[in-house]
């Protein structure tokens, strides 16, 4: 897994084996959590099409539907990979901070 871009404190974009992963922050008056999703093929057409605009709209749109909040309706519910990846997008993020220090 690699980070492949990042907009600071709102996602990180990863890629693994030509499968991509949008990692969400998202927050609700005191209690933030990362939530992240494997993207679907119609996501990442989409994304081929719109880059970082449409990253940046589906953040947003992950984070406002509140996908983990008690009966909510989000069409991201139960997507989350977070767990899964978890140890790997870490270690993605680490190397990627490394690589990037100091640009």
Request: aromatic share 16%; with cysteine; net charge negative.
């Given at each position: 897994?690699?980070?492949?871009?990042?907009?600071?404190?709102?996602?990180?974009?990863?890629?693994?084996?030509?499968?991509?992963?949008?990692d969400a922050n998202c927050?609700?008056?005191?209690?933030?959590?990362?939530?992240?999703?494997?993207?679907?093929?119609?996501?990442?057409?989409?994304?081929?099409?719109?880059?970082?605009?449409?990253?940046?709209?589906?953040?947003?749109?992950?984070?406002?539907?509140?996908p983990i909040v008690k009966?909510?309706?989000?069409?991201?519910?139960?997507?989350?990979?977070?767990?899964?990846?978890?140890?790997?997008?870490?270690?993605?993020i680490k190397l990627w901070?490394?690589?990037?220090?100091?640009?």
């Amino acid at each position: 897994m690699r980070v492949i871009d990042h907009e600071p404190h709102a996602w990180f974009f990863f890629e693994k084996g030509g499968v991509f992963f949008l990692d969400a922050n998202c927050n609700h008056s005191a209690f933030g959590y990362s939530y992240m999703i494997e993207l679907s093929p119609e996501e990442t057409e989409k994304y081929k099409r719109g880059g970082r605009e449409y990253l940046g709209k589906l953040a947003y749109d992950i984070h406002y539907s509140a996908p983990i909040v008690k009966g909510s309706n989000s069409i991201y519910k139960g997507r989350d990979v977070s767990k899964e990846y978890s140890e790997e997008s870490m270690l993605a993020i680490k190397l990627w901070r490394e690589a990037n220090a100091g640009a």
